[in-house]
């Protein structure tokens, strides 16, 4: 079965950046585009960057210029560096398939961005 496990997240202020890893386990990496979603407390889980195989990537026009997304098929690993984060950025980030198949939702990362 794969599984999803994400990491990184934290407390960071207004300004601030972290960096999110996504570990994927089997070969969906070299199979599947990847993207980061978020869900914020009482709202809907969103896109926020996909990738593709070829490392094509898309953004959300709310992270655009601050998140970029990459990955490392050796590692398995999708990455979400986050820069000039912003208290609107808190949620908790997940990593899947983009389009999203029958793949289990990992436990995600909490990302907090508050002074």
């Known amino acids: 079965q794969v599984q999803l496990v994400e990491s990184g997240g934290g407390l960071v202020q207004p300004g601030g950046s972290l960096r999110l890893s996504c570990a994927a386990s089997?070969?969906?990496?070299?199979?599947?585009?990847m993207g980061w979603y978020r869900q914020a407390p009482g709202k809907q889980r969103e896109l926020v960057a996909t990738?593709?195989?070829?490392?094509?990537?898309n953004y959300a026009d709310s992270v655009k210029g601050r998140f970029t997304i990459a990955r490392d098929n050796a590692k398995s690993t999708v990455y979400l560096q986050m820069n000039s984060l912003k208290p609107e950025d808190t949620a908790v980030y997940y990593c899947?398939?983009?389009?999203?198949?029958?793949?289990?939702w990992g436990q995600g990362t909490q990302v907090t961005v508050s002074s």
């Open positions: 089997g070969s969906i990496l070299s199979i599947y585009a």
């Open positions: 990738i593709t195989s070829g490392g094509g990537t």
């Open positions: 899947n398939t983009y389009p999203r198949v029958a793949i289990t």
